[in-house]
């Protein structure tokens, strides 16, 4: 797998398994060993509940619930859940030269460039525990990731499912209050949270539109019970 970051996204070709990855301006490739992997391990016992090999996309603002809800799908489909948001602060915790390099960005609410992080998600996604399908929270968050996804999967062509939720911005504000008075993420407080809503509204039609009808619409208001019926609902065609 070899990518690169042209004028206008990424190519992605295979190669030996040999994954590489550029950075625009550098010559040479980072090296692996920069690099860790994170995530959670399906049970390897038991086989995915899917008819065919789905990748999920959760959408959704931050503190949307969509965390909590990809994880419980995961659980129930027995497939990978992969945050980007988890995999970079596990970087940041190593102190790795990626962690120190994404921190920045985080603490500040603002996107880490996908040339920076692309290859961590790259290798997690070839990994054997997401060759059944697996879920996707916080990636993709521009049209360009969104193009990554799709020449990654050119070949496999695997069914893609969008899982947006939508919450009133009120809601969330009160959410992330109470969330912030019970976490440490440097990012989890009240005023980054404008900065976060912000980032997710300049996008979010974008992707909306991109993804076209492969979008299920989940009002998340609700509790996280009643979210996770509504999901369950729309998933249902996809079990075996
Ligand atoms: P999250 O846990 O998904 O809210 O992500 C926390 C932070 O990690 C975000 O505010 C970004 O700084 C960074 N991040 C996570 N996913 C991405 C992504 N797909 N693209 C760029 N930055 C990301």
Redesign the pocket.
Known sequence: MFISKVTSGFRVNNYKNNYSFQRSGMLSPLKADTFSFSGKVQDKNKESRLKEKTIYIFLGP?ASG??TQAQKLAKKLNIAHI???????EEVKNETKLGLE?RE??????????EL?GRI?VDRISQEDCQNGYIL??????EE?AQMIDELNSKENAKIKVIQLVVDEDKLIERMTSRAKHQS?E?DTVDKLKT?ID?YNGVKDTLVNYYGEKVVTIDANADIKAVQMQIDENIQDDLA
Request: charged share 25%.
């Open positions: 931050p969509k965390g945050s980007t948001g988890d995999l970079l602060r994404a960005y985080m603490n500040n609410g603002k996107l880490v460039p996908t992080f998600l929270d916080g990636f993709p968050r521009t990731q993420r990012d976060r980032v």
